[in-house]
């Protein structure tokens, strides 16, 4: 096993105390958002000075043939530590064959990788899993026509709103909703978005799904006065995580991080379709194309014990992942057929094998090769992540 060191990234919505907090770190200033541990070449972790990627490829075995079968030569796993203080913009993300087909398409019509009209980066899909550490807000999914229906009328503006949401209630499920929020994206019309967030003030103390529509709208408001995407964000489950709970967010779903700190584990991949609450470019025809509109109930994830180490159930080939809670015990870590990145982000463990020791502090990580048996010591939070084939 290795020391792993990760990349910090800094987008305008991360916190400027979360990040440095849990690595232990004295703060920049800087809104950091995001602590990559991975072999993303945007940002490849780096054992010894080397990028990860450069030293999985000079090192194939520390990699199971199951994975190599599967994924090639890129490892498949990205671990972050992520910590947003404002909403993040709606985005979904494709499937593997949207895109590969997406790539292709833009790699004949030569789009610069940096160009603000591209939108695929690379050929991978990008499920994730957000795994909270703090209480942890967010949207995912479309709810039920019928409900968001009901929910507007309660609030009162209904009416005001029949031109831009009657598909509701006159279409039903995937095709109501498609109509709906692509009918949002070109609305000009902040006038009526003012109406509806200063109906929602006047309900922000409701319990239940009127309180916590209330409160998106409002909140949203905060950050984007007056955005008609705020109108398209309501046609979204919003789900509140308490610590240690789970949220998967399969390909296709349309999504936004509201606010909060967790460890999220995704494939690695950079493609993005972004749906509002954004200044960036929205290409309207591939959104129509890539997500899924099809009404859905958001819950946490599934999780079961596995040797005092909780396994987050998920249905993404790319990636596993683990969370241990030690208690001045011994544990061993999970999928030691394996290569596996393990992160400390609470306490002091260390981490024994028949081949080497590390200590790990908090904020640090560690790689370990596939086949290497490995015991947890210590009392610290960790958490494990693994490719999922």
Aim: glycine letters at 8%; a negative charge; charged letters at 20%.
């Amino acid at each position: 096993m290795l020391p792993l060191q990760g990349q910090v990234r800094n987008y305008a919505w991360g916190s400027p105390t979360a990040i440095p907090e849990l690595l232990g770190r004295t703060p920049t200033g800087d809104p950091q958002a995001e602590y990559w541990l991975g072999a993303h070449p945007l940002a490849p972790s780096l054992i010894d000075g080397q990028p990860l990627d450069s030293v999985l490829r000079q090192h194939p075995d520390w990699v199971q043939p199951s994975c190599r079968r599967v994924f090639g030569d890129r490892f498949p796993v990205l671990m972050k530590l992520l910590a947003a203080d404002r909403p993040l913009s709606l985005q979904a993300h494709p499937d593997r064959a949207q895109a590969e087909a997406g790539f292709a398409r833009e790699e004949a019509a030569r789009l610069d990788l940096d160009s603000p009209e591209r939108t695929y980066k690379d050929d991978w899909p990008k499920p994730e899993l957000l795994i909270a550490l703090t209480e942890f807000d967010g949207l995912c999914g479309f709810r039920e026509p019928a409900q968001t229906v009901e929910l507007f009328r309660a609030l009162g503006v209904a009416d005001a709103l029949t031109s831009v949401i009657s598909p509701l209630w006159q279409r039903k499920g995937a095709t109501a909703l498609a109509q709906v929020f692509l009918d949002i994206l070109t609305l000009d019309d902040p006038d009526l978005v003012a109406r509806v967030v200063q109906a929602a003030r006047a309900r922000l103390r409701d319990s239940g799904a009127l309180g916590d529509f209330a409160q998106t709208a409002v909140e949203l408001d905060a950050h984007y006065p007056r955005h008609p995407s705020i109108l398209a964000a309501l046609l979204l489950n919003r789900i509140h995580l308490e610590p240690g709970q789970g949220l998967f967010l399969p390909p296709r779903t349309m999504h936004s991080y509201l606010r909060g700190v967790g460890v999220e584990v995704m494939a690695t991949s950079d493609n993005v379709l972004r749906g509002g609450l954004t200044t960036k470019h929205i290409d309207v025809d591939e959104l129509i194309h890539v997500v899924s509109f099809q009404p859905s109930t958001i819950a946490p994830v599934p999780t079961q014990d596995e040797a005092g180490f909780i396994h987050y159930l998920t249905e993404a080939p790319e990636f596993s992942v683990w969370r241990g809670e030690l208690s001045h015990s011994r544990l061993p870590l999970p999928a030691t057929g394996s290569c596996r990145l393990a992160l400390v982000i609470d306490g002091e463990a260390e981490l024994r094998s028949e081949l080497s020791s590390l200590e790990l502090g908090l904020g640090q990580a560690a790689l370990i090769p596939a086949g290497e048996a490995v015991d947890a010591i210590g009392s610290a939070t960790i958490f494990v992540s693994a490719p999922g084939v």
